[in-house]
């Protein structure tokens, strides 16, 4: 997430009402998660198990609940709690609108688009032209969508990312600022669920095609002229690349890469990254090959069991 303009570490600080370490009038231009910060960013890092990794990446101020010694060239933003600022942070520079219209004044549709009736339209999303956005679809803030896209009945296209911290009382939702953005001839079939990024993009390349009730997760990235089958969940944060296909009821962990060109047959668990050009099956996921000649193998168990007595 970019700020609007660039602010100071002290004007940070003093939004959260924590310590700095730097100097006040440091360059802050924006906050991300640490698998997408650049210079100017803001990261936060809360467990002593990831500070090395915080304060050693791209982002230049760190959120951080421990006095440490700078890294040359960046600051430090001292807090007693550093998930809860960053929500603050999210809290200041992308607060909620509520909406009053099924279709928000400062949306923007493309000419030729046909919005079906009792879809929501939320504040400045941007829809390209010759889309067919059928009934009942909810297009939450900021969203983006290019041209010629189709989203069937019932989709949810910039629901919060499923990101939580355990605290004594329950869970804390970490907030979500991000967006979705669908590039141009995709197609969405009925009750997908697609969430937005929680600093960052949730992102579908041009020309891919989702079928009926596919989750995909916050800050994900699907490349181009991918099918994914229904009933698949992708998790949050994967990268999944250009010419992909998903057969029906997978399920993905969070973080990986799905390689160019693999193919995921039906009911796999996607628990690792897996090159492109092959096809997978199994939990845990294995090439299909090796996978279906493993269970012709169980098969024949009782017959070698039958053999030894």
């Known amino acids: ?22 100097d006040s009038q440091f360059s802050v231009t924006g906050m991300n998660e640490i698998h997408v910060v650049e210079s100017g960013d803001i990261v936060f890092v809360d467990h002593p198990k990831y500070y090395d990794k915080a304060l050693n990446s791209a982002a230049t101020i760190i959120l951080i609940n421990k006095k440490v010694a700078c890294p040359e060239g960046k600051a430090l933003l001292i807090s ?39 879809v929501f339209v939320g504040n400045h999303v941007v829809i390209g032209k010759n889309c067919l956005i059928h009934a009942n679809v909810a297009l939450y803030d900021h969203t983006v969508i290019g041209d010629n896209v189709i989203i069937h009945s019932g989709s949810i296209l910039g629901a919060d990312a499923f990101y939580y911290k355990k605290r004594e009382d329950g869970f804390d939702q970490l907030l979500s600022g991000g967006r979705v953005v669908i590039e141009n001839n995709v197609g969405i079939g009925a009750l997908c669920t697609i969430d937005k990024g929680v600093t960052g993009d949730t992102t579908i390349g041009e020309g891919t095609k989702l079928d009926n009730q596919v989750h995909v997760g916050h800050d994900t990235v699907i490349g181009k002229k991918c099918l994914i089958a229904s009933q698949t969940g992708i998790a949050g944060c994967v990268v999944i690349e250009d010419e992909v296909t998903i057969w029906g009821q997978v399920g993905t962990t969070s973080g990986i890469t799905i390689g160019s060109k693999a193919v995921i047959l039906g009911q796999t668990g996607v628990t690792k990254s897996v090159e ?28 070698i069991l039958t053999k030894l007595k």
Do not use: W
Not at 7 to 17: C, K, V, W
Not at 286 to 303: D, G, V, Y
């Open 1 to 22: 997430m970019k700020f609007p303009k660039v602010y100071s570490l002290e004007q940070i600080a003093t939004i959260i009402n924590c310590e700095y370490v730097g």
């Open 276 to 303: 492109g050009g092959k096809s997978y099956f199994g939990t845990p996921i294995e090439e299909s090959r090796e996978k279906l000649k493993q269970l012709a193998n169980i098969k024949k168990i009782p017959e």
């Open 80 to 118: 007693d709690d550093p998930f809860r600022d960053f929500n603050t942070l999210t809290r200041h520079f992308k607060p909620f609108q509520f909406a009053n219209v099924s279709i928000a004044p400062t949306a923007v549709i493309g000419e030729g688009t046909v919005i079906q009736p009792n």
